[in-house]
């Protein structure tokens, strides 16, 4: 098995409607049942980061987001997959559910 | 000598695909696969023409490059631990043939739809075809170093993201196999008409290969009408491959061309595929329509007995299936023989291809008919400054000049 990480890209600027929630959940409902579930999240608006550089002495903060980009994650998923076939439906389902297109990511195995 | 030069050349296209597939399997990685199938080649290319051909060829190449592996990771113990373990698992190798789709789990790997086109081609042609990266990189005119990255970024993707070396999942094997038909009728079109000005305007070395890993993948696949159709297809296409281009390096266009030229056996097999495919009763796909059209323009001596409803009707069809623009334009042409040079103007005037050369090409040699000169040497000029074919602008470059002769 090898985990993915499912980014949420965003560019409406905006949170998931009630609707797309509820798809949401019946997605996230959907990935426990079938023993793909890790982890899952949704991110406040990037306005909110802070960039902390700690090394090199005291530690300097940075009011907002590393980059500015007009798109921007807004949630991920961690899901555990036997392949890429096998990430790549989920993510096609995930997309679905949050009307957003997402980025599939494998984690390092080794 | 040259002998066995010729056997290891053959045993080559027989068994490459099927080495890199079975050491995938057993190795876990396709890398390496790779990597130890070139060097059995390369021990053969040593041995054989001391030692003689081995009685299978096939199995001598497995078990060589099977204990290269082994060694291999032998020394490389401590990095390796898992890939030690995993090979331990494994029992030795099993004669060849045993797991002949092992060859299709590699096709499907090649040409997964989570890697770049142009890698899956580069890929389809490295690990399927056993074409070098060097000989890769010359086809597409791209520097070497290049290429090697792009395979080599390529399989860094397969194993990073575990894409799986098996067949799709179920419901994933239409489109998958399409994906799959796609790559190889990429590389045919590269090699019968390059997009690239600076290289020869037909390649038969990568036409040669696309029909080639088509036999291969049709044979994996006999069941699926569109890989038979697709096979039709090239072969109808290569069979006129020689009357294609003249002495002087233009383009011939259908009508033109030396009918005696064309490969009657190569005419013969692709229009027995058709009418394989005919019998079925099967709805046809787009490559098996695409045979259909080129069997009709193959079935005639003379282009003025070409039947061009029938053409016009296959057209239709496919446009059914596939309403693009050029599907329109191409039927546009079949139309201009059945219903005048009028009727065909009207219609393609409207599609929406004004950066596309055959568009241009084809409204010139419309307007030509008409007797509106002008306006067909504007078109000309269009079509010329959009060719990429060295052939075709060199054909597009003596209409257009006959034309200003004439007036």
Same mark, same amino acid.
């Given at each position: 098995?090898?985990?993915?990480?499912?980014?949420?890209?965003?560019?409406?600027?905006?949170?998931?409607?009630? $609707?797309?929630?509820?798809?949401?959940?019946?997605?996230?409902?959907?990935?426990?049942?079938?023993?793909?579930?890790?982890?899952?999240?949704?991110?406040?608006?990037?306005?909110?980061?802070?960039?902390?550089?700690?090394?090199?002495?005291?530690?300097?903060?940075?009011?907002?987001?590393?980059?500015?980009?007009?798109?921007?994650?807004?949630?991920?998923?961690?899901?555990?997959?036997?392949?890429?076939?096998?990430?790549?439906?989920?993510?096609?389902?995930?997309?679905?559910?949050?009307?957003?297109?997402?980025?599939?990511?494998?984690?390092?195995?080794? | 000598?040259?002998?066995?030069?010729?056997?290891?050349?053959?045993?080559?296209?027989?068994?490459?695909?099927?080495?890199?597939?079975?050491?995938?399997?057993?190795?876990?990685?396709?890398?390496?696969?790779?990597?130890?199938?070139?060097?059995?080649?390369?021990?053969?290319?040593?041995?054989?023409?001391?030692?003689?051909?081995?009685?299978?060829?096939?199995?001598?190449?497995?078990?060589?490059?099977? *204990?290269?592996?082994?060694?291999?990771?032998?020394?490389?113990?401590?990095?390796?631990?898992?890939?030690?373990?995993?090979?331990?698992?494994?029992?030795?190798?099993?004669?060849?043939?045993?797991?002949?789709?092992?060859?299709?789990?590699?096709?499907?790997?090649?040409?997964?739809?989570?890697?770049?086109?142009?890698?899956?081609?580069?890929?389809?042609?490295?690990?399927?075809?056993?074409?070098?990266?060097?000989?890769?990189?010359?086809?597409?005119?791209?520097?070497?170093?290049?290429?090697?990255?792009?395979?080599?970024? =390529?399989?860094?993707?397969?194993?990073?993201?575990?894409?799986?070396?098996?067949?799709?999942?179920?419901?994933?094997?239409?489109?998958?196999?399409?994906?799959?038909?796609?790559?190889?009728?990429?590389?045919?079109?590269?090699?019968?008409?390059?997009?690239?000005?600076?290289?020869?305007?037909?390649?038969?070395?990568?036409?040669?290969?696309?029909?080639?890993?088509?036999?291969?993948?049709?044979?994996?696949?006999?069941?699926?009408?569109? =890989?038979?159709?697709?096979?039709?297809?090239?072969?109808?296409?290569?069979?006129?491959?020689?009357?294609?281009?003249?002495?002087?390096?233009?383009?011939?266009?259908?009508?033109?061309?030396?009918?005696?030229?064309?490969?009657?056996?190569?005419?013969?097999?692709?229009?027995?595929?058709?009418?394989?495919?005919?019998?079925?009763?099967?709805?046809?796909?787009?490559?098996?329509?695409?045979?259909?059209?080129?069997?009709?323009?193959?079935?005639?001596?003379?282009?003025?007995?070409?039947?061009?409803?029938?053409?016009?009707?296959?057209?239709?069809?496919?446009?059914?299936?596939?309403?693009?623009?050029?599907?329109?334009?191409?039927?546009?042409?079949?139309?201009?023989?059945?219903?005048?040079?009028?009727?065909?103007?009207?219609?393609?005037?409207?599609?929406?291809?004004?950066?596309?050369?055959?568009?241009?090409?084809?409204?010139?040699?419309?307007?030509? *008919?008409?007797?509106?000169?002008?306006?067909?040497?504007?078109?000309?000029?269009?079509?010329? $400054?959009?060719?990429?074919?060295?052939?075709?602008?060199?054909?597009?470059?003596?209409?257009?000049?006959?034309?200003?002769?004439?007036?």
């Amino acid at each position: 098995m090898a985990q993915y990480l499912m980014s949420v890209l965003d560019e409406k600027g905006g949170r998931a409607t009630a $609707e797309e929630m509820a798809a949401i959940d019946v997605f996230n409902e959907k990935l426990q049942a079938d023993g793909n579930w890790v982890f899952a999240g949704g991110l406040a608006s990037p306005g909110s980061a802070t960039v902390v550089d700690g090394r090199d002495g005291e530690p300097v903060f940075t009011d907002g987001p590393y980059l500015e980009s007009k798109e921007h994650i807004i949630g991920f998923w961690i899901v555990e997959a036997p392949h890429l076939d096998v990430a790549l439906r989920l993510a096609a389902q995930g997309s679905k559910s949050c009307n957003r297109r997402v980025e599939l990511r494998p984690f390092l195995s080794e | 000598m040259t002998d066995v030069g010729e056997v290891i050349t053959r045993v080559h296209h027989a068994e490459w695909a099927r080495l890199v597939a079975t050491l995938t399997r057993r190795l876990g990685d396709l890398d390496v696969a790779e990597e130890m199938a070139a060097e059995a080649f390369a021990s053969a290319v040593e041995r054989w023409p001391v030692d003689g051909v081995p009685p299978n060829p096939g199995a001598w190449l497995t078990t060589t490059a099977y *204990r290269r592996a082994v060694d291999r990771l032998r020394r490389e113990v401590r990095r390796e631990e898992k890939h030690r373990e995993a090979l331990m698992l494994f029992d030795p190798p099993e004669p060849l043939g045993a797991i002949d789709d092992g060859r299709l789990r590699l096709v499907f790997t090649c040409c997964h739809p989570a890697l770049a086109v142009e890698a899956r081609v580069a890929l389809t042609l490295r690990m399927v075809g056993g074409l070098t990266v060097p000989e890769i990189a010359r086809a597409f005119l791209v520097e070497e170093g290049a290429m090697g990255r792009r395979i080599t970024r =390529a399989k860094s993707k397969i194993k990073a993201a575990r894409i799986p070396f098996g067949v799709p999942l179920r419901e994933d094997i239409p489109g998958r196999i399409s994906g799959v038909l796609a790559v190889l009728y990429l590389i045919f079109n590269e090699g019968y008409l390059t997009s690239n000005s600076a290289t020869e305007p037909v390649r038969a070395d990568l036409t040669a290969e696309a029909i080639r890993l088509t036999r291969l993948v049709r044979e994996l696949m006999p069941d699926d009408g569109e =890989a038979t159709g697709l096979l039709a297809l090239m072969l109808l296409t290569e069979a006129r491959r020689a009357a294609r281009v003249s002495a002087t390096g233009d383009l011939v266009t259908l009508g033109e061309q030396d009918r005696g030229a064309w490969d009657r056996g190569l005419i013969a097999e692709g229009h027995a595929l058709v009418r394989a495919r005919l019998a079925t009763g099967q709805a046809p796909g787009r490559y098996q329509i695409l045979a259909a059209i080129n069997a009709v323009h193959t079935d005639v001596p003379d282009i003025r007995d070409t039947d061009w409803s029938q053409i016009v009707a296959l057209y239709d069809q496919l446009a059914r299936r596939d309403p693009s623009p050029i599907v329109r334009l191409n039927r546009a042409v079949a139309v201009a023989e059945l219903d005048g040079p009028q009727v065909a103007l009207a219609e393609i005037d409207q599609l929406p291809l004004a950066g596309y050369h055959a568009f241009h090409a084809t409204r010139a040699e419309l307007l030509r *008919r008409l007797g509106r000169s002008e306006q067909a040497q504007a078109a000309y000029d269009r079509a010329v $400054e959009l060719a990429g074919n060295s052939a075709e602008a060199a054909y597009l470059v003596r209409r257009r000049d006959q034309l200003s002769g004439a007036s």
